[in-house]
């Protein structure tokens, strides 16, 4: 049974947390507020760790109430993200942090901690790290979400550090997402605006997604890759 923990379980996180547990795998994962698809997973024998990413001094409890749990560790997946514009004009210090320090500080710090207890796995790889960014923050930002991209595009490169500190050990790479699902307060003409721009002219497969990280948690020699998972959006030349 491998053990995985897991952050951002909300929207497609939430998925990936279902297929894994059908799949076997034992999963802890962490949340700031209680929801549906918190009781959900809990009925389904998962371990909710209650815990705030934005504050640093929480990331110990954590990966200490995961590894008791999981008795170990064989993987993390990194899905948290916090999502709101914050144009440059009015960028304020705190909504800077409010991005980067769940999106990369916890995602940095946490695999720091649990690197020790995957190193005492036995087998080749010891462990496998799977973070979640989006496509445009290696290609085309778009305007009013500066302090996201900004955060997006230092976990893509904590990805690449992590995966040369963690060789040959443990692999460490990430999925660019693009349109996958809709935010339940995103306006449907907009969203579909989104699609359009997509070379497929859909939006991503959750299927794909899913199996994707399956794919990741398995894979024995790929490292510190950043794979654009966007129904080609990286191609399409728009902003």
């Known amino acids: 049974m491998k053990r995985v923990l897991m952050t951002g379980v909300r929207r497609i996180g939430f998925n990936i947390a279902k297929k894994l547990i059908d799949n076997g795998y034992k999963v802890a994962f962490v949340y700031r507020t209680y929801t549906q698809a918190v009781e959900e997973l809990l009925k389904e024998n998962a371990f909710g760790i209650e815990g705030d990413l934005s504050d640093p001094n929480g990331y110990l409890k954590v990966v ?6 999981l008795n170990g560790i064989d993987a993390f997946i990194h899905g948290a993200s916090p999502y709101f514009s914050t144009p440059i004009e009015s960028l304020k210090r705190d909504e800077l942090y409010a991005h980067f320090v769940p999106n990369t500080e916890a995602f940095l710090f946490l695999c720091k901690l649990l690197y020790p207890y ?36 230092a976990l893509h490169t904590a990805v690449r550090v992590l995966a040369k500190e963690f060789a040959p050990y443990v692999l460490v790479n990430a999925i660019a ?3 996958t699902l809709k935010p339940d307060d995103f306006p449907d003409e907009k969203w579909e605006e989104y699609i359009k721009k997509t070379p497929l002219k859909r939006s991503v497969s959750l299927k794909d997604v899913v199996e994707l990280t399956e794919f990741l948690l398995n894979a024995q020699s790929i490292t510190g890759e950043v794979i654009n998972l966007d129904s080609g959006r990286h191609i399409s030349g728009e902003c």
């Open 64 to 69: 200490e109430k995961a590894v008791d749990y």
């Open 118 to 153: 995957m190193l005492q796995n036995s087998g080749d790889p010891k462990g496998r790290i799977v973070a979640f960014g989006d496509w445009a923050a290696d290609t085309t930002p778009y305007r009013y979400y500066s302090a996201y991209f900004i955060s997006k595009g």
């Open 177 to 179: 997402l693009g349109p």
